[in-house]
């Protein structure tokens, strides 16, 4: 599983590709950047009700950081 900040990279790479200009909707991008994500993150991302890209991928990378403690604690 790549990290967030991995795939973070990608996909900016390949958003500016896509809508140089930035004209799809925050929600549209949000939507597609999340459709990659760990599901039990994605419910958590969507609870914050968060409308910027950068805002949310900043959330999820802290987001993912406890949910590997957690889940070292698990095993």
Same mark, same amino acid.
């Given at each position: 599983?790549?990290?967030?900040?991995?795939?973070?990279?990608?996909?900016?790479?390949?958003?500016?590709?896509?809508?140089?200009?930035?004209?799809? %909707? +925050?929600?549209?991008?949000?939507?597609?950047? /999340?459709?990659?994500?760990?599901? @039990? #993150?994605?419910? %958590? +991302?969507?609870?914050?009700?968060?409308?910027? /890209?950068?805002?949310?991928?900043? @959330? #999820?990378?802290?987001?993912?950081?406890?949910?590997?403690?957690?889940?070292?604690?698990?095993?």
């Amino acid at each position: 599983m790549k990290s967030v900040k991995e795939y973070d990279n990608r996909f900016k790479k390949l958003y500016k590709k896509v809508d140089p200009n930035n004209k799809m %909707l +925050v929600a549209n991008t949000l939507h597609q950047f /999340l459709s990659e994500l760990n599901p @039990t #993150i994605v419910l %958590l +991302v969507y609870a914050s009700e968060l409308a910027d /890209l950068n805002v949310a991928v900043n @959330t #999820i990378k802290n987001i993912e950081v406890e949910y590997k403690i957690i889940q070292k604690n698990i095993q």
